[in-house]
């Protein structure tokens, strides 16, 4: 991962396999945006179980929050009725 970077989105190197592109939001600035599922593929397939991943994805990687250029992460194919 890299640090928080005040002129640009943050933006975690070694998960550019899992890169999407550019989320827009309504002022506030764009941020950048992977696939879940490929990140923790990514994970994986450095040495983690699947478990250790998620639990290593959630804690240091979707639980950081690096301000308002904080990347997203999206899970495709999820019903919006089962979203909290």
């Not at 890299?2 to 975690?12: L, Q, Y």
């Not at 941020?31 to 490929?38: A, F, N, R």
């Not at 990514?42 to 639980?63: K, P, T, W």
Request: hydrophobic content about 35%; glycine content about 10%.
């Amino acid at each position: 991962m890299t640090g928080f970077s005040n002129d640009g989105p943050v933006r975690f190197p070694d998960l550019d396999p899992a890169y999407l592109g550019v989320v827009e939001r309504f002022g506030m600035p764009p941020v950048l945006c992977y696939d879940y599922d490929l990140v923790i593929q990514h994970y994986v397939e450095d040495g983690m179980s699947e478990d250790e991943a998620v639990e290593f994805f959630e804690y240091n990687v979707l639980g950081a929050w690096l301000g308002d250029r904080t990347p997203c992460f999206i899970r495709k194919g999820v019903d919006p009725e089962e979203v909290d």
